[in-house]
Protein backbone atom coordinates (compact mmCIF):
# COMPACT_ATOMS: atom_id res chain seq x y z
CA UNK A 1 0.00 0.00 0.00
CA UNK A 2 1.14 3.53 -1.08
CA UNK A 3 1.46 5.79 1.86
CA UNK A 4 0.73 8.77 0.03
CA UNK A 5 -1.62 10.52 2.18
CA UNK A 6 0.81 11.20 4.88
CA UNK A 7 1.49 14.98 4.27
CA UNK A 8 2.01 16.13 8.56
CA UNK A 9 2.95 19.42 8.03
CA UNK A 10 4.13 19.57 11.66
CA UNK A 11 7.26 18.07 9.97
CA UNK A 12 8.44 20.47 7.33
CA UNK A 13 10.78 23.35 8.54
CA UNK A 14 9.87 25.35 5.77
CA UNK A 15 6.18 25.96 7.31
CA UNK A 16 7.94 26.98 10.80
CA UNK A 17 10.14 29.37 9.27
CA UNK A 18 7.72 31.26 7.36
CA UNK A 19 5.23 31.05 10.22
CA UNK A 20 8.07 33.08 12.83
CA UNK A 21 9.02 35.13 10.14
CA UNK A 22 5.71 36.27 9.90
CA UNK A 23 4.77 36.36 13.74
CA UNK A 24 8.02 38.40 13.90
CA UNK A 25 6.89 41.01 11.21
CA UNK A 26 3.62 41.26 12.69
CA UNK A 27 5.10 43.27 16.24
CA UNK A 28 6.52 46.28 15.48
CA UNK A 29 9.70 45.68 17.69
CA UNK A 30 12.05 46.44 14.73
CA UNK A 31 10.94 50.18 14.63
CA UNK A 32 13.79 52.62 16.08
CA UNK A 33 12.48 53.66 19.12
CA UNK A 34 11.84 57.79 20.30
CA UNK A 35 11.02 58.97 16.20
CA UNK A 36 8.03 60.80 14.98
CA UNK A 37 5.23 58.44 14.34
CA UNK A 38 3.65 59.19 10.84
CA UNK A 39 -0.09 58.77 10.52
CA UNK A 40 -1.44 57.26 7.55
CA UNK A 41 -5.43 57.14 6.92
CA UNK A 42 -6.00 58.25 10.47
CA UNK A 43 -3.22 55.13 11.57
CA UNK A 44 -0.15 54.84 12.82
CA UNK A 45 1.66 53.52 9.95
CA UNK A 46 3.04 50.54 12.36
CA UNK A 47 -0.77 49.41 13.21
CA UNK A 48 -0.86 49.34 9.14
CA UNK A 49 1.85 47.53 9.06
CA UNK A 50 1.26 45.17 11.74
CA UNK A 51 -2.66 44.96 9.84
CA UNK A 52 -0.69 43.64 6.54
CA UNK A 53 1.22 41.30 8.10
CA UNK A 54 -1.68 39.95 10.06
CA UNK A 55 -3.54 39.21 6.86
CA UNK A 56 -0.40 37.83 5.27
CA UNK A 57 -0.56 35.34 8.26
CA UNK A 58 -4.67 34.74 7.24
CA UNK A 59 -3.68 33.62 3.92
CA UNK A 60 -0.54 31.84 4.75
CA UNK A 61 -2.61 29.38 6.98
CA UNK A 62 -5.15 29.40 4.55
CA UNK A 63 -3.21 28.29 2.03
CA UNK A 64 -1.17 25.43 4.37
CA UNK A 65 -4.88 23.84 5.37
CA UNK A 66 -5.79 23.98 1.42
CA UNK A 67 -3.16 22.54 0.49
CA UNK A 68 -0.48 21.00 3.10
CA UNK A 69 -3.23 19.22 5.41
CA UNK A 70 -4.59 15.28 3.62
CA UNK A 71 -7.98 15.34 5.45
CA UNK A 72 -9.52 12.06 4.92
CA UNK A 73 -13.01 11.19 6.63
CA UNK A 74 -13.00 8.43 8.70
CA UNK A 75 -15.11 5.91 6.17
CA UNK A 76 -12.19 6.75 3.59
CA UNK A 77 -9.71 6.02 6.29
CA UNK A 78 -11.56 2.54 6.98
CA UNK A 79 -11.75 1.53 3.15
CA UNK A 80 -8.39 2.19 3.05
CA UNK A 81 -6.77 0.24 5.72
CA UNK A 82 -9.50 -2.71 4.53
CA UNK A 83 -8.14 -2.66 1.00
CA UNK A 84 -10.90 -1.61 -0.96
Same mark, same amino acid.
Given at each position: ?Q?????EP?Q??W? $?I??V?L??A? =?? $??????T? =?AI =???F??W????????L??CG??S $??????WN?????E????V??E
Amino acid at each position: MQNNRVKEPIQKKWI $WIGMVLLMLAI =VP $WYFPKGTD =VAI =VLGFPYWALISLFFSLVLCGYCS $WLCLNEWNIVEDLEEAKEVKGE
